[in-house]
């Protein structure tokens, strides 16, 4: 049997704000059968996480591509490797069978055709929708766990801020420090991201960046006596303005420099006589550093979910040919909560 893939590809490296321009969509006839004992599998894709870091792979050069497997460069014209669920259509790996569901790195595109090494494990749904495997129950929620309860190291009644509150890791992040008996103010781009963490989401209160000329000064009146915690997922002016608001001892955690990566002219510069009197420790972090945490991710978001004290927030759009304009709007604040691509049934 074949079928037609159709699959997205960049046209050329992507060194400022993406654009759909850059991207554009291929087809081939694919044979829908393996060699036997090659380890070949083929997956019919069904859901596909959309994340900011993919930039930075697609550039033609930063520094993180030689820092992580996760994130070396995409090759022009080829197909783009993305973390998502699908289910097995074929298989020569004794590991997989035809009708598995499985979740890990598969592709932008309609089949994934996997060779070689790859990272790939079937999946238990666990009761949830299957799209909870690409964002809460994924990276994007190990990420928001590992960052805030390893990287942190939280204590009851500490004061947290979190920048991109509204996204798909830091909607999680003061979700959990909100049940972890945190105070929580958050930050995002409008008026109705403001309401929905005050809101929908219950953090003690949020503020749009947009609206202020002074972060320092706004940091300062909705932290009168400090930040315990800061969790970075935009870096720049906002890590400068957080760093002169922490306590003694405080911590920040980066997860992403959201403003930096289209915008080679911002960078962040806090005070470093702030960071060595203040004695902060500022430390980057990847999901991948803490899967010795897993397993208590898993069991402690799965109760959360169940008894409904956590919610899945998601931002879905429907087929390959609309990925570049979900990956386009991440860097313009359109999505509220995880953003992934449904690319087909199961």
Known sequence: MEVTNNYIVIKSHINGSPKESDFETKSEILALSVDLGSNEIIVKNLYVSIDPYQI???????????ASSFAVAVVVGQVID?????????????EFEKGDLVVGLITWGEYSVLKGDYMLRKLDPLGFPLSYQVGILGFSGLTAYAGFFEV??????????????SGSVGNLVGQYAKLFGCHVVGCAGSKEKVAFLKEKLGFDDAFNYKEETDLKATLTKYFPDGIDIYFDNVG???????????????????????????DAGKRAAPDMLDVVYKRITIRGFLAADHYNVYEDFISTTVDHLQTGSIQAIEDISTGVDSIPKAFIGLFHGD???KKIVKIADE
């Open 335 to 337: 999505n509220i909560g």
């Open 152 to 165: 942190c190291k939280p204590k009851k009644g500490e004061k947290v801020f979190v920048s991109a509150a």
């Open 56 to 66: 930075n792979r697609m550039k033609s050069k930063s520094s993180s591509q030689k």
């Open 82 to 94: 993305a973390y998502g669920v699908g289910k097995v259509l074929a298989s020569a790996n004794p």
């Open 236 to 262: 720049a002016e906002m890590l400068e303005a957080a760093v002169a608001n922490m306590k003694i001892s405080g911590r920040v955690a980066v997860c992403g420099v959201m403003a930096e990566y289209t």
